[in-house]
């Protein structure tokens, strides 16, 4: 185990302690009102801030993924799917969806989230709500997956929404990249405690390998490496964090590409049908 720091909101300290039931890490103690370490304006998924250089990038990187995304979905389910995105926030990957001649839906929790997605038109719900027929041909959680309580409760949720042979794409943070190695308990993704959960190839295979679903394909999130090795050069208080941040992502992706460890990963993985 060791120590982290929440440098977002709280300045309290977490530990990462292992979970042999889930192969991965886990952030301990689980906050009781974990609602209130996504109150900050610097929290952007959820504020559609812009009005900082970090912010700017962020909303930047996050238009080019859209299309990244979106293509990479439609490579798996097909023109035709209907998708349903977990942890929609705003509402941006829903309405790019939808743009783009997809039958789409978002479920977001937070409401400051869902009245910023309303304004833009889009429909995103409050929770997943399950019918008698699976509707689903994909379901997606960008960065989502890692902040969910109840792993195999909101799997088996997930899976009951899919149709038989859907599709299971969701991206999260790789403890095992090179920028996490490097930058250890001040590594910007560990994010803790709004990431409950702490994933590797190896924990997500695991997982949901015992809820019916087989993992296909896994791809990297390029730009990811760059965001997160400069927040965590922040974090370490480096005057030079850009450059500094630019460099070790350049470094982690060059590493990964070798070593199949990038800091973000998509993991692409299909219900059995």
């Given at each position: 185990t060791f120590t982290l720091t929440d440098h977002l909101?709280?300045?309290?300290?977490?530990?990462?302690?292992?979970?042999?039931?889930?192969?991965?890490?886990?952030t301990h103690p689980v906050p009781e009102h974990p609602e209130r370490f996504y109150e900050s304006k610097d929290y952007i998924s959820h504020s559609d801030s812009a009005d900082t250089a970090m912010a700017r990038?962020?909303?930047?990187?996050?238009?080019?993924?859209?299309?990244?995304?979106?293509?990479?979905?439609?490579?798996?389910?097909?023109?035709?799917?209907?998708?349903?995105?977990?942890?929609?926030?705003?509402?941006?990957?829903?309405?790019?969806?939808?743009?783009?001649?997809?039958?789409?839906?978002?479920?977001?929790?937070?409401?400051?989230?869902?009245?910023?997605?309303?304004?833009?038109?889009?429909?995103v719900y409050s929770r997943i709500t399950v019918q008698r027929e699976a509707i689903y041909d994909a379901v997606t959680?960008?960065?989502?997956?890692?902040?969910?309580?109840?792993?195999?409760?909101?799997?088996?949720?997930?899976?009951?929404?899919?149709?038989?042979g859907g599709w299971l794409i969701l991206a999260v943070p790789n403890y095992k990249s090179l920028d996490a190695k490097y930058y250890?308990?001040?590594?910007?993704?560990?994010?803790v405690p709004?990431?409950?959960?702490?994933?590797?190839?190896?924990?997500?295979?695991?997982?949901?390998?015992?809820?019916?679903?087989?993992?296909?394909a896994v791809k990297p999130l390029w730009l990811d490496a760059f965001y997160i090795s400069w927040l965590s050069e922040i974090y370490k208080k480096n005057p030079l964090a850009?450059?500094?941040?630019?460099?070790?992502?350049?470094?982690?992706?060059?590493?990964g590409i070798f070593t199949r460890e990038f800091s973000s990963q998509v993991y692409c993985l299909q219900k059995e049908g």
């Open positions: 909101v709280s300045g309290d300290e977490f530990r990462l302690i292992w979970n042999e039931h889930y192969q991965c890490f886990q990038v962020y909303q930047r990187a996050k238009k080019i993924n859209l299309n990244h995304k979106l293509k990479l979905v439609r490579r798996y389910c097909g023109q035709e799917g209907v998708l349903m995105d977990i942890g929609a926030g705003t509402g941006d990957f829903v309405k790019h969806a939808q743009d783009h001649g997809c039958e789409a839906y978002g479920v977001e929790p937070n409401e400051t989230a869902r009245e910023r997605a309303h304004k833009k038109g889009v429909a959680l960008w960065h989502v997956l890692e902040h969910l309580p109840d792993l195999d409760a909101e799997i088996r949720t997930i899976s009951k929404t899919l149709k038989p250890k308990s001040d590594w910007a993704a560990y994010d709004r990431h409950l959960w702490h994933f590797s190839r190896g924990s997500i295979q695991t997982i949901f390998k015992k809820q019916g679903f087989e993992l296909r850009a450059l500094s941040g630019a460099l070790m992502g350049a470094a982690s992706n060059f590493s």
